[in-house]
């Protein structure tokens, strides 16, 4: 018997096409910077990826109180953070892990003050951004005014289209950790990101966030919003509002802070933050710092 031969759908070869053509133009995408691109301080995620064969590390410290007052408890998380982003394969993709270590202190609502220690991961996941549109790649988005330095730097309405980006990973649940040994062995998390240059030192960050998919115990859907603005070339201010839909309450936390370049690889930041609940109410401290190395 002969076999027929195989005869490929001309639309499936187009649209094979389409996507293989699609997927290398964006990594076409030039992201990389002569400075750190760091997301600290602050939770939001920039657009934008660190470039490639560029290895970064962002860690940092915070203390972060709650308490209760229905039942009069107070618990003090002592935190470690850190983050370890990678550009591998393009200028556009990056690689990211990202862990917390925490001590926490808490005292029972029953007299007599008894305190107890808890510590462990409380975060621990993998995953990775590709930007999906970069509205510098086209210089008609951005055009410049040879007469007006004023224009140039200046808010311009055209400034609000963004970078686009989209984060996809998973949450790795540690039986290590009473924080995590409850929780799946692997929960998704996905993450829209936006990034637009209102002006060359005001930088608008917005996130949309779906953590623990899948789980009805765990899940969680938050916004962020963010807004740095750079004093000169090594100093930048920002403030970051937070809203989260919890299984059993929603949060609105506001931080605010500043970052410092001490050296084009070395980035210092410190930060604040609050939220605006009794049950339980919160304030933050950070500090931290994110150094890369250049490979690019």
Known sequence: MHKKPIIQSPLILKMSLFILGFLFSICGFSQYTDIINSNKPGNSTGAYSVGKRVYQIESGFSVDRLRGEALQSESLFNNGNLAVRVGLFSEALELIYEGSYTMEFSTSPIPGGKIGIDQGFTSNRIGAKIMLFDPFKNP???????????????????????????????????????????????????????????????????????????????????????????????????????????????????????????????????????????????????????YRLDKH
């Not at 929960?187 to 990101?193: D, S």
């Not at 996130?207 to 004093?231: C, H, P, Q, R």
Request: hydrophobic content about 40%.
């Open 140 to 290: 008609d988005n951005r055009p410049i005014n040879v007469y007006s330095w004023k224009k140039n730097n200046g808010f311009r309405w055209r400034n609000i289209l963004p970078a686009i980006a989209l984060y996809a990973g998973a949450n790795i649940g540690l039986k290590s950790s009473p924080y995590l040994i409850n929780n799946p062995s692997i929960a998704p998390r996905v993450m829209l990101v936006t990034q637009s240059h209102l002006t060359p030192k005001i930088v608008l960050i917005l996130n949309g966030i779906y953590d623990f998919i899948g789980s009805e115990a765990l899940a969680e859907k938050t916004v962020i919003a963010s807004l740095s603005y750079a004093i000169k070339r090594k100093w930048s201010v920002f403030v970051e509002g937070q809203y989260s839909i919890l299984p059993n309450y929603n949060e609105q936390i506001i931080r605010t802070g500043g970052a410092f370049l001490y050296r084009k690889n070395l980035q210092l930041d410190l930060y604040t933050g609050i939220n605006f609940q009794n049950e339980p109410s919160r304030e933050i401290i950070g500090l931290g710092f994110s």
